[in-house]
């Protein structure tokens, strides 16, 4: 049975990802799992300085999903490449960055010192709803995403993937300026823009009055906008949003995603990406499916 992937010049194993911001930099997460077994591991977004993030709160429950306001916290890329990437180093998995550049020339600075042993591909994070400067102001305008991946592009061998935001009402105009910039991939949906009031206090929960939302609530969402992205570009589509089971996973891959990452479930239960995994292989086999390849794609639109 083959499980493999080509996204750019990775090869990954299995099409199942652990998605950005979900589970640090995989020492926490390493202990829940054999990293090994994934696909590959996109890891928290990373800027030029060290970034506290957001005053509390960060998370807030709601019964259909999780609103997040982190803004980014992380140690920055050079402690990254220091500290944490040795530790990644002793995995057999691709390891993906994700950076968030509050420029273009910061995008291109951390690509630049990103192109190097034990990264196999950079995540630009043009997508996140949390912060003041950057984030989802470059991925709702198409020619930032273009001249972003452009600049990326120049500086890396690495597979260059754009996370692109669902704020957007054409979804397919933001993967096309991306795999025009040279993209070899897309990745969506990053979180929705949403927000949640304290009605003791008539104050937003969150200083930032927005946050992202995330979890089972987006799904139907982010498989639309997947299904509306796969049809602009020829670059594979990364689908994640709100997947908490192999049968999610296969939604995305049946509406044309070539690789699906797991977010917030693995809040839930960190076990669901392995699930996932051992899910499509049962799938396959019940199915007479040889290939993976065979269901990406495949939907049937009378
Ligand atoms: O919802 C998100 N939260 N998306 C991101 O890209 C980053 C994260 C954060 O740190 O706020």
């Keep these: 049975m083959n499980l493999q992937v080509v996204i750019g010049k990775l090869k990954l194993k299995n099409p199942v990802m652990a998605a950005s911001g979900t589970f640090g930099f995989g020492r926490e997460y390493g202990e829940y799992i054999d990293l090994n077994q994934l696909g590959a591991i996109v890891v928290k977004g990373l800027t030029v300085k060290p970034k506290e993030g957001n005053p509390p709160p960060r998370v807030y429950e709601t019964p259909c999903g999780m609103l997040n306001s982190v803004g980014l916290q992380n140690p920055g890329v050079d402690a990254f490449i220091e500290k944490e ?31 190097i042993d034990g990264v196999d591909g950079i995540e630009i994070n043009v997508s996140c709803p949390n912060v003041k400067k950057g984030g989802m102001a470059f991925g709702i305008n198409p020619e ?15 597979t260059v993937i754009v996370k692109l935001t669902p704020n957007v009402t054409d979804i397919g105009v933001c993967a096309k300026a991306a795999e025009d910039g040279g993209a070899d991939a897309v990745s969506l949906i990053n979180t929705i823009a949403g927000m949640a009031i ?13 946050a992202g939302l995330s979890g089972p609530a987006i799904k139907p969402i982010a498989l639309r906008m997947v299904y509306e992205a796969v ?23 049946i509406a044309g995603a070539k690789a699906v990452a ?36 495949s939907l049937k639109v009378d």
């Design 198 to 210: 304290d009605i003791d206090t008539r104050k937003p929960v969150f200083k930032n009055v927005i």
């Design 85 to 115: 990437l040795p530790f990644l180093r002793d995995y057999d998995v691709a390891v993906i960055v994700n950076i968030a550049g509050e420029t273009i020339e910061e995008f291109a600075y951390m690509a630049k010192k990103l192109d």
């Design 144 to 158: 930032d995403i273009f001249n972003i991946t452009k600049e990326v592009k120049k500086v890396t061998q690495k």
């Design 262 to 297: 797991i977010g917030t479930c693995n809040f839930v239960n960190p076990n669901c990406t392995i699930e996932v995994i051992e899910g499509i292989r049962q799938y396959m086999v019940l199915n007479n499916i040889e290939d993976i390849n065979e269901i990406i794609g």
């Design 231 to 253: 049809r602009a570009v020829k670059i594979p589509v990364i689908g994640m949003g709100g997947i908490s089971s192999f049968k999610d996973a296969l939604e995305f891959m």
